[in-house]
Nanobody, 125 residues
């Protein structure tokens, strides 16, 4: 069983940066692939970024590639999402997710068993 808690959301102007963090509670954080998803206003939840168990493999949605960076610290049981050059279309609730089954982080919601409550990110123009 795992519990996830996101933090770091807020209001930022376009072009600014935010760093989201996800704290993992449970056993063997290093045995979970981790991902970030988001749900914008009136939209379906979508994949943002994922990172494998060791942190050596990452993947990104095309819409954030080059602007967002996912990382993890297995000693601190945390996964982070550094978001730079933010755009109004990045406005969304951001969710952290954990997958105990795969070595690499997937891009589909159904691949993740555990989810946080989400943190709101609002980018003003």
């Amino acid at each position: 069983q795992a519990q996830l808690a996101e933090s770091g959301g807020g209001l930022v102007q376009a072009g600014g940066s935010l760093r989201l963090s996800c704290a993992f509670s449970g056993r063997m954080f290093g045995s979970y692939a981790m991902g970030w998803f988001r749900r914008g206003p009136g939209k379906e939840r979508e994949f943002v970024a994922a990172i494998g168990r060791s942190g050596g493999s990452t993947s990104y949605a095309d819409s954030v590639k080059g602007r967002f960076t996912i990382s993890r610290d297995n000693a601190k049981n945390t996964v982070n999402l550094q978001m730079n050059s933010l755009k109004p279309e990045d406005t969304a609730v951001y969710y952290c997710a954990a997958d105990p089954s795969r070595w690499l982080g997937g891009t589909k919601e159904y691949e993740y068993d555990y989810w946080g409550q989400g943190t709101q990110v609002t980018v003003s123009s």
